[in-house]
């Protein structure tokens, strides 16, 4: 479909790339690019349940589970191996990192980092531990994430100061990435845990 913006030339050359294994149920939407020769991605083996809706330029990696009348705005970059829970909606150009899941009917508008749970207006509420010990996940690496977690979240410097601290120490290749998203988030900021409130 075109994409729902109000200064869109429908003589535009754009589309949308659809992998393999997708499972798109009823009265699913998605749209186009809005920029010349771009495309809306999707990638394989997705399953995007009823009513669920992917803006322009939306990027969608692998295996991930949209529910039942999920909205991604436009620009909306979702890594692998998420769960999106029924009518939660996402503001365009925000990232949602792999191995994450939000709750149902929340309001995203900021970052979503790899391997957290997301509940109610951008508010982290801990690790998505059973995601990863279903992904096969093996220990070392879940507890490492958890350490870097509980290092960036608790510290009482600024984000930007103990991730410099942090980056000083040696981290595998899943932390990394955690602390690379909040690194390096996207314009719109990153999530926060409510204050005290730690991975279980």
């Known amino acids: 479909e075109n994409p729902q913006d109000l200064a869109f030339d429908t003589t535009l050359e754009s589309g949308v790339r659809i992998g393999n294994g997708n499972d798109l149920r009823e009265h699913v939407t998605i749209h186009r690019s809005t920029s ?5 991605s999707i990638g394989n083996d997705n399953f995007l349940m009823t009513g ?3 803006g322009h330029d939306v990027t969608i990696g692998n295996q991930n589970v949209i529910a039942n009348n999920c909205l ?3 620009h909306v970059l979702v890594e692998n191996n998420t769960f999106l829970g029924g009518g939660a909606a996402f503001h365009q150009f925000i ?5 994450s899941m939000t709750h149902g009917n929340s309001p995203i508008s900021k970052d979503i980092p ?6 109610q207006r951008n508010r982290l509420v801990g690790l998505n531990f059973v995601g990863l010990r ?3 996940m093996d220990p070392e690496t879940r507890t490492e994430i958890k350490r870097a ?3 960036a979240f608790r510290s009482q410097l600024p984000l930007a100061e ?6 000083q120490e040696q981290w595998g290749p899943s932390a990394r990435h955690f602390l690379q998203a909040l690194a390096n988030p996207s314009r719109k900021g990153v999530c926060f845990p409510k204050p005290g409130r730690e991975a279980s």
């Open 36 to 40: 010349e020769e771009g495309w809306t």
């Open 72 to 74: 991604l705005g436009g």
């Open 149 to 151: 977690y509980r290092a």
């Open 114 to 119: 790899p391997y957290c749970i997301v509940s």
């Open 134 to 136: 279903r992904a096969g």
């Open 95 to 99: 990232h949602v990192g792999e191995l």
């Open 52 to 54: 669920s809706h992917l």
């Open 162 to 167: 103990t991730l410099v601290k942090m980056r």
